[in-house]
């Protein structure tokens, strides 16, 4: 079974940076796709970014265009979303999701949610001001 785990999450002031961190338990990251996901306490989940892997396509949600970064390192089977010049509006539960067995093809952007198969814990920033 795939397995999701996220870390780097935490608190920082305005300004700062963080890196968050999606480990994936198993098959490769080199293929497929992968994304990341914020949520508010009584907000609908939100699109932040969408990324092909194996050197494909990425896609940021306009509201984080410049700030947030994605890379990964497929020896660690691991995506990695790093932001900067972070604001008190990115105060959210970030949630890494993935689409990876080889049948599981991605198309678009994914900017829905429920296109992802497979999710994180999620991990929380707080942006204090």
């Known amino acids: 079974q795939v397995q999701l785990v996220e870390s780097g999450g935490g608190s920082v002031q305005a300004g700062g940076s963080l890196r968050l961190s999606c480990a994936a338990s198993?098959?490769?990251?080199?293929?497929?796709?992968m994304g990341w996901f914020r949520q508010a306490p009584g907000k609908e989940r939100e699109w932040v970014a969408t990324s092909y892997l194996g050197g494909g396509s990425t896609y940021y949600a306009d509201s984080v265009k410049g700030r947030f970064t994605l890379s990964q390192d497929n020896r660690k089977n691991t995506m990695y979303l790093q932001i900067t010049s972070l604001k008190p509006d990115d105060n959210d539960i970030y949630y890494c999701?993935?689409?990876?067995?080889?049948?599981?093809?991605?198309?678009?952007?994914?900017?829905?949610?429920?296109?992802?198969?497979?999710w994180g814990q999620g991990t929380q920033i707080t942006v204090s001001s």
């Open positions: 999701a993935a689409r990876l067995r080889p049948a599981e093809k991605c198309s678009g952007s994914l900017q829905n949610y429920q296109e992802f198969i497979y």
């Open positions: 198993v098959y490769s990251v080199s293929n497929g796709c």
